[in-house]
């Protein structure tokens, strides 16, 4: 079970910080994703931490250098750093969990939505 937290309305070029929520011990041993879905579009790859040694993580070109994911295995709980958003960032933010490191949305575990709003 994932639970995501963490959206609101915040203005661009501001922060926000997004957690997931895992039980058990999930981000030990499950990669973590997050996408976005903005309202008539698909939903899409934002980043992704893989579960082994080494923390590998994956960024969609759009959010590289401004989003950052990380997770706290002690917590259970894995985030997503996003600093100098944009309006083209607003969306509902999803966070995923597979066995697979994957960009892709087949993702088997899905957070219920936490909507980002950014204001111009």
């Known amino acids: 079970q994932l639970q995501a937290s963490g959206g609101g309305l915040v203005q661009a070029g501001g922060s926000l910080r997004l957690s997931c929520a895992a039980s058990?011990?999930?981000?030990?041993?499950?990669?973590m994703a997050w996408f976005r879905q903005a309202p008539g579009k698909d939903r899409e790859f934002v980043a992704a931490?893989?579960?082994?040694?080494?923390?590998?993580?994956e960024y969609a070109e759009s959010v590289k250098g401004r989003f950052t994911i990380s997770k706290d295995n002690t917590k259970n709980t894995a985030y997503l750093r996003m600093n100098s958003l944009k309006t083209e960032d607003s969306a509902v933010y999803y966070c995923?969990?597979?066995?697979?490191?994957?960009?892709?949305?087949?993702?088997?575990?899905w957070g219920q939505g936490t909507q980002v709003t950014v204001s111009s």
């Open positions: 995923a969990a597979d066995r697979r490191f994957t960009t892709g949305t087949s993702y088997r575990y």
């Open positions: 058990s011990h999930t981000v030990m041993t499950y990669a």
């Open positions: 931490i893989s579960w082994r040694s080494g923390d590998s993580t």
